[in-house]
């Protein structure tokens, strides 16, 4: 999903740029985690998009049963499994490419979940306010 443009912010969309940015380094630490323990994961995947979304779920699968049945097997060192930390200025932001209605609205109505009182988190109003 692509964040707001950097210039001009609204509180309210520099929370959902953080709260993306949050979700996407999760992701790409836990793709990291994977990657690591299976190979097919380290290059493209040559294969349809269906495809490969299944070959990523098989691998989730077999990741987390590893886990569950042979713990000792899946610890590596620590080190393997740091990421990165990145501050808002590290952000990658999308191409100047337009987006269509729908990704607008969809991205907009996070926006408004992110500030409201049933989807805002206690830490992100100050992380926000302390990144202007």
Not at 25 to 36: A, I, K, M, P, T
Request: net charge positive.
């Amino acid at each position: 999903m692509k964040p707001f443009p950097r210039r001009n912010l609204t509180f309210e969309q520099r929370v959902f740029n953080y709260r993306l940015s949050r979700a996407r380094r999760q992701v790409e630490c836990s793709f990291g985690v994977l990657s690591n323990t299976w190979r097919i994961l380290l290059k493209s995947i040559e294969k349809n998009t269906v495809t490969a979304i299944e070959y990523v779920k098989a691998v989730c699968v077999l990741h987390n049963f590893l886990l569950a049945h042979e713990p000792e097997r899946m610890k590596t060192p620590d080190s393997q499994y740091e990421c990165s930390s990145m501050d808002r200025d590290d952000i990658v932001f999308a191409s100047t490419r337009t987006a269509s209605q729908a990704a607008n609205a969809t991205r907009n109505k996070l926006r408004d979940y992110f500030v409201s009182p049933t989807g805002s988190l206690p830490w992100q109003n100050e992380a926000c306010l302390n990144n202007t």
